[in-house]
């Protein structure tokens, strides 16, 4: 299974994405003058900017994976394939992607940034996953494709709400919480310990609510290979407070089958 990134003319099959260029006008829904906003830029300085493609999204469509660039553009990260880890944004199938117990005002799709054709999120000030009913969150996330998944990222706000601790599985689609809570998850992770200030530094208390909190959490490499379904539990919050706040979720590692990158044709 070969995966072609490239700047063909697309088919009726694959609609462009990103921004488009010229000759793609007649394709696009947006009319011919109107430029889509690039998915998967992060806001420059940002947190997400170490994770994020500044590249536009991929599409795959019958077994082609497919990048639009503006004319005369590359991308500034190799997609992350083989021996090659990276954000794995790109990769994310929004169909195959879901949270139960989110606030509707604050969907996972805040949290998700560079997913191809995803929701666009709120502004970046006020983009968050949030729960609705509890501090619990159900998020499960579909892959287009097997990968080998090394590290997770987050993001919260510093106010006591980020994720205390998380149970993953790998392969489980369609879990409900009571299934989540009784079987065994692949890895289990204490986050609390973990959280540090956007800048590196240790967090001190959860008084200090002026910066965003982050934590990376390494994951087993031998029972999260070849994955299509990572589903994360989020079973409560450094606080105890009555919503589980996240800002942004990154997924690092590789994809199992080889991306080829296509030299443009127009």
């Not at 394939?81 to 169909?95: K, M, P, Q, W, Y």
């Not at 054709?117 to 502004?123: L, N, Y």
């Not at 706000?157 to 998850?185: K, M, V, Y």
């Amino acid at each position: 299974e070969i995966f072609a990134v490239h700047f063909a003319l697309p088919t009726a099959s694959v609609r462009p994405v990103g921004i488009s260029a010229p000759p793609l006008h007649s394709m696009s829904s947006d009319g011919p003058d109107q430029k889509r906003a690039r998915v998967g830029a992060a806001a420059p300085g940002s947190a997400a900017s170490a994770f994020v493609f500044s590249a536009a999204s991929a599409v795959v469509a019958d077994g082609v994976a497919v990048i639009d660039l503006e004319h005369g553009e590359t991308p500034q990260q190799k997609l992350p394939h083989g021996n090659l880890v990276g954000d794995l944004a790109c990769f994310i199938d929004r169909r195959k992607t879901c949270c139960t117990n989110e606030d509707p005002l604050h969907p996972h799709t805040n949290a998700l940034i560079g997913v191809p054709r995803a929701a666009a999120p709120s502004p970046r000030e006020n983009a968050l996953l949030c729960s609705q009913c509890d501090a619990q969150l159900l998020l499960e996330v579909g892959f287009t494709g097997a990968v080998n998944l090394r590290q997770l990222c987050f993001q919260a706000p510093a106010d006591g709400r980020a994720p205390g601790s998380i149970r993953l599985f790998a392969n489980a689609p369609h879990l409900d919480f009571d299934s989540a809570e009784s079987r065994q998850a692949s890895q289990e992770v204490d986050l609390k310990p973990l959280w540090r200030r956007s800048g590196g530094e240790a967090k001190v208390s959860p008084d200090a609510c002026s910066d965003d909190w982050t934590c990376e959490v390494k994951l087993s490499i031998t029972r999260f290979q070849r994955v299509d379904t990572l589903t994360v539990l989020v079973a409560d919050n450094v606080d105890d407070q009555e919503s589980t706040a996240i800002r942004l979720i990154s997924v690092i590692g590789s994809r199992v089958h080889k991306v080829t990158v296509v030299p443009g044709v127009l």
